[in-house]
T-cell receptor
Framework: DGGITQSPKYLFRKEGQNVTLSCEQN?????MYWYRQDPGQGLRLIYY???????QKGDIAEGYSVSREKKESFPLTVTSAQKNPTAFYLC?????????????FGPGTRLLVL | SQKIEQNSEALNIQEGKTATLTCNYT??????LQWYRQDPGRGPVFLLL?????KEKRKERLKVTFDTTLKQSLFHITASQPADSATYLC????????????FGSGTRLQVQP
């Protein structure tokens, strides 16, 4: 059963705390992405990675960090520097190159601040 | 930088009618333009991709057009059903520059029975 999994579904963060969102895929995709979605808004790119051990900043990388040590995994850490972290976080993956680079999304993690 | 505009107002139509959603973009001409469907609280799901050298693409009741002169894509759902109610996002795949999609804010479609 191929796909992308994200955990947890809901995550609560206390002020000053770092939290890590998990994203795993078994689609054998090289590229992985993290997006943030605020209510009534589109998706904004946080970070993306085209290959293991390499990643690029997106439009709103400040206050976030990522790692890509394995092809299947692309965890996102929301640091205490991110002052407004409440949002819906979506992870996606895609092939690199070829005629189509459609993105496959996970179910999302909703982050709330206590 | 690339900007994408989708009608932020919800589109309400009667069942059986054709829904038409608009996606306008500025600046760069994308190699591809993609449409996704998003249900509340879920991740987007890919629907259709159209390339810069294609004028029209169809899939069952869905049709996408791409006018690079107008910098616009239209997304049509014919014989709409209440189950088509969702938010529809367009996304651009810009080859010149970073290799990541830029998404519009989406248009919410409500099909009334």
């Amino acid at each position: 059963d191929g796909g992308i999994t994200q955990s947890p579904k809901y995550l609560f963060r206390k002020e000053g705390q770092n939290v890590t969102l998990s994203c795993e895929q078994n689609l054998n995709h090289d590229a992985m992405y993290w997006y943030r979605q605020d209510p009534g808004q589109g998706l904004r790119l946080i970070y993306y990675s085209q290959i293991v051990n390499d990643f690029q900043k997106g439009d709103i990388a400040e206050g976030y960090s990522v790692s890509r040590e394995k092809k299947e995994s692309f965890p996102l850490t929301v640091t205490s520097a991110q002052k407004n972290p409440t949002a819906f976080y979506l992870c996606a993956s895609s092939i690199v190159g070829g005629p189509q680079e459609t993105q496959y999304f996970g179910p999302g993690t909703r982050l709330l601040v206590l | 930088s690339q900007k994408i505009e989708q009608n932020s107002e919800a589109l309400n139509i009667q069942e059986g009618k054709t829904a038409t959603l608009t996606c306008n973009y500025t600046n760069y001409s994308p190699a591809y333009l993609q449409w996704y469907r998003q249900d509340p609280g879920r991740g987007p799901v890919f629907l259709l991709l159209i390339r810069e050298n294609e004028k029209e693409k169809r899939k069952e009741r869905l049709k996408v057009t791409f006018d690079t002169t107008l910098k616009q894509s239209l997304f049509h759902i014919t014989a709409s059903q209440p189950a088509d109610s969702a938010t529809y996002l367009c996304a651009l795949d810009i080859r010149a520059g970073r290799r990541a999609l830029t998404f519009g804010s989406g248009t919410r479609l409500q099909v009334q029975p």
